[in-house]
């Protein structure tokens, strides 16, 4: 029996505990103090914010943001902004805006995201991040034998290179690497195996791939375009090489998005081909395993265009003369909705402004997220503000539904006009819609035919930090948005991949009063919805 207690409590002694979810701010006020807290297999995971820091990380750990368009690192212009140092050598970090490195100087010490393991093993993810205004974007030094996988990652505006490598094996995958002063991937001194797959590399100030001679490098089915000192360069000096094996590698204008919607790629007659079709859409590896959210086939690039097809209708109904005296006005209408189709539709609305000297601004609306039940119809009255501010001219006014901000399934304009006076001098504040909300009958209603996402928040009610933990069945595209009860977003907590099993994300209400809250879960086509309760 002795023994019997002693195996025990040997047992229990070096059984690792449980991995656990660090709230930031929730529970530690900074992402590195947060850091600093973990252990191997926990995960920090960061409310949406901007955090002027310089972080280093942990082994075994996950950080993760609420997406790039929503936490921001910034480095303060001081050193690296993330690292990873000797001995940490596998993690995860992901959905973060990175910024604002020491601009200038030798590396490291001015790179947005630095990883130096200086070991043989290892794995690591940096993925879904937006990194730029920095010297270098991410950089991979020091991995002898280790694993580094680069994927869905923008990389923009750096001084110097966008993604450089040094040994071990690198995945490059589904990047966006663009605008660079200097490469778009430099391999400065040889070394291991690297795999340049789906990338746009494209507009960089010297060359778009530039390898080390000695390096095995096998790049296909990427968009390498329009870089000012050569495509792909190798040597010293620096000579023309051909990929390999270059099985679908193009070179041509993306034909991005552009304006507030950047490195999306375009198709203006969506779903008829032609001209206004992007030549990144369904051009990436063919093979399932780099398919898609939305199940077709790859694009290049590290955002996708959403062929998902619904047939749901949207009409505009103005009120009155759309004509806006000098000092500004309102434009008043009805808006509806009409999902033509039996099951129930998940989807976007949002209102783009174009402009009378061209261009769109926008959206002025949105975009919300819905879930329109089978063969149901939605009609609302809407005010739209214009801004005295706002140039005279001819404007129109055009209302979307399908999937922000890529793909209109329907779209209802109408003109009005703009008398005299304004000097461009507005913001989206000032073209408010009163009445913009998604109606909270319509946020909660359920799907009956659907199967969905398991989820549920700890604590509920909660006062002011809860987590909303969920398990996918399948890996896919993720967005969990909170609004109010009177339907207006106050968090949007994840947009990004997620593989399948259990995830968590933190709610932080710090801000917000007392009340009833809905947290909207859209897995693909499924959607859930969690009622919160907020008491102070």
Same mark, same amino acid.
């Given at each position: 029996?002795?023994?019997?207690?002693?195996?025990?409590?040997?047992?229990?002694?070096?059984?690792?505990?449980?991995?656990?979810?660090?709230? !930031?701010?929730? #529970?530690?006020?900074?992402?590195?103090?947060?850091?600093?807290?973990?252990?191997?297999?926990?995960?920090?995971?960061?409310?949406?914010?901007?955090?002027?820091?310089?972080?280093?990380?942990?082994?075994?750990?996950?950080?993760?943001?609420?997406?790039?368009?929503?936490?921001?690192?910034?480095?303060?212009?001081?050193?690296?902004?993330?690292?990873?140092?000797?001995?940490?050598?596998?993690?995860?970090?992901?959905?973060? =805006? !990175?910024?604002?490195? #020491?601009?200038?100087?030798?590396?490291?010490?001015?790179?947005?995201?630095?990883?130096?393991?200086?070991?043989?093993?290892?794995?690591?993810?940096?993925?879904?991040? $937006?990194?730029?205004?920095?010297?270098? /974007?991410?950089?991979?030094?020091?991995?002898?034998?280790?694993?580094?996988?680069?994927?869905?990652?923008?990389?923009?505006?750096?001084?110097?290179?966008?993604?450089?490598?040094?040994?071990?094996?690198?995945?490059?995958?589904?990047?966006?690497?663009?605008?660079?002063?200097?490469?778009?991937?430099?391999? $400065?001194?040889?070394?291991?195996?690297?795999?340049?797959? @789906?990338?746009?590399?494209? /507009?960089?100030?010297?060359?778009?791939?530039?390898?080390?001679?000695?390096?095995?490098?096998?790049?296909?089915?990427?968009?390498?375009? @329009?870089?000012? /000192?050569?495509?792909?360069?190798?040597?010293?000096?620096?000579?023309?090489?051909?990929? %390999?094996?270059?099985?679908?590698?193009?070179?041509?204008?993306?034909?991005?998005?552009?304006?507030?919607?950047?490195?999306?790629?375009?198709?203006?007659?969506?779903?008829?081909?032609?001209?206004?079709?992007?030549?990144?859409?369904?051009?990436?590896?063919?093979? !399932?395993?780099?398919?898609?959210?939305?199940?077709?086939?790859?694009?290049?690039?590290?955002?996708?265009?959403?062929?998902?097809?619904?047939?749901? =209708?949207?009409?505009?109904?103005?009120?009155?003369?759309?004509?806006?005296?000098?000092?500004?006005?309102?434009?008043?209408?009805?808006?509806?909705?009409?999902?033509?189709?039996?099951? !129930?539709?998940?989807?976007?609305?949002?209102?783009?402004?174009?402009?009378?000297?061209?261009?769109?601004?926008?959206?002025?609306?949105?975009?919300?997220?819905?879930?329109?039940?089978?063969?149901?119809?939605?009609?609302?009255?809407?005010? #739209? @503000?214009?801004?005295?501010?706002?140039?005279?001219?001819? %404007?129109?006014?055009?209302?979307?539904?399908?999937? %922000?901000?890529?793909?209109?399934?329907?779209?209802?304009?109408?003109?009005?006009?703009?008398?005299?006076?304004?000097?461009?001098?507005?913001?989206?504040?000032? $073209?408010?819609?009163?009445? =913009?909300?998604?109606?909270?009958?319509? =946020?909660?209603?359920?799907?009956?035919?659907?199967?969905?996402?398991?989820?549920?928040?700890?604590?509920?009610?909660? @006062?002011?930090?809860?987590?909303?933990?969920?398990?996918?069945?399948?890996?896919?595209?993720?967005?969990?948005?909170?609004?109010?009860?009177?339907?207006?977003?106050?968090?949007?907590?994840?947009?990004?991949?997620?593989?399948?099993?259990?995830? #968590?994300?933190?709610?932080?209400?710090?801000?917000?009063?007392?009340?009833? %809250?809905?947290?909207?879960?859209?897995?693909?086509?499924?959607?859930?919805?969690?009622?919160?309760?907020?008491?102070?």
């Amino acid at each position: 029996m002795r023994y019997g207690t002693l195996f025990l409590l040997l047992a229990a002694l070096i059984t690792p505990a449980c991995a656990t979810v660090i709230l !930031v701010p929730g #529970q530690y006020p900074t992402i590195q103090a947060g850091l600093n807290a973990a252990n191997p297999g926990d995960t920090v995971q960061v409310s949406p914010g901007v955090y002027v820091e310089n972080l280093t990380m942990r082994e075994g750990v996950t950080l993760r943001g609420s997406g790039w368009h929503n936490t921001t690192v910034d480095g303060g212009g001081l050193m690296n902004v993330i690292t990873a140092p000797y001995g940490v050598l596998n993690y995860t970090i992901e959905g973060f =805006e !990175v910024r604002n490195s #020491q601009q200038s100087g030798s590396a490291p010490g001015c790179i947005g995201i630095h990883l130096n393991p200086n070991a043989s093993s290892g794995t690591k993810y940096v993925r879904d991040c $937006w990194v730029h205004n920095c010297g270098h /974007g991410i950089q991979v030094w020091n991995d002898f034998g280790g694993t580094a996988n680069i994927e869905h990652n923008i990389i923009e505006d750096n001084l110097y290179d966008g993604f450089s490598p040094y040994l071990g094996t690198v995945n490059l995958i589904n990047n966006t690497i663009v605008n660079n002063s200097r490469d778009g991937y430099n391999d $400065w001194s040889g070394g291991g195996m690297v795999y340049i797959k @789906n990338n746009v590399i494209a /507009g960089n100030g010297r060359y778009g791939i530039f390898p080390h001679p000695s390096t095995p490098v096998q790049i296909s089915y990427n968009d390498v375009w @329009n870089n000012s /000192g050569g495509n792909y360069m190798s040597g010293s000096p620096p000579q023309p090489f051909t990929p %390999y094996p270059g099985t679908g590698e193009i070179s041509t204008d993306p034909m991005f998005l552009g304006g507030s919607f950047g490195y999306y790629p375009s198709w203006g007659s969506f779903p008829v081909p032609g001209p206004s079709q992007s030549p990144l859409i369904d051009a990436g590896d063919p093979a !399932v395993l780099y398919n898609d959210p939305d199940g077709t086939r790859a694009d290049i690039g590290a955002l996708f265009f959403d062929q998902t097809q619904h047939n749901v =209708e949207v009409t505009i109904t103005p009120t009155g003369l759309w004509v806006v005296p000098p000092g500004g006005g309102t434009l008043n209408y009805t808006a509806s909705l009409i999902n033509h189709e039996a099951a !129930v539709v998940t989807c976007h609305s949002w209102v783009m402004v174009q402009l009378p000297g061209g261009g769109s601004y926008g959206p002025v609306l949105g975009p919300l997220s819905l879930s329109l039940p089978g063969s149901a119809s939605i009609t609302r009255l809407r005010t #739209q @503000n214009v801004p005295g501010s706002a140039p005279p001219g001819e %404007y129109m006014y055009t209302a979307h539904v399908g999937i %922000y901000p890529t793909t209109k399934w329907d779209s209802a304009a109408v003109p009005f006009t703009k008398q005299s006076a304004g000097d461009g001098s507005y913001s989206l504040e000032d $073209w408010f819609c009163s009445d =913009e909300a998604a109606s909270p009958a319509l =946020e909660t209603t359920a799907l009956a035919a659907a199967e969905k996402p398991a989820m549920a928040a700890t604590p509920n009610p909660f @006062n002011p930090v809860t987590a909303i933990g969920y398990q996918l069945s399948a890996p896919g595209h993720v967005n969990l948005r909170v609004y109010d009860a009177a339907g207006r977003e106050v968090a949007n907590l994840m947009d990004g991949w997620r593989e399948a099993g259990s995830h #968590q994300v933190t709610f932080d209400a710090s801000g917000l009063p007392s009340g009833t %809250y809905f947290a909207r879960l859209c897995a693909g086509n499924v959607t859930q919805t969690q009622k919160l309760i907020l008491l102070k």
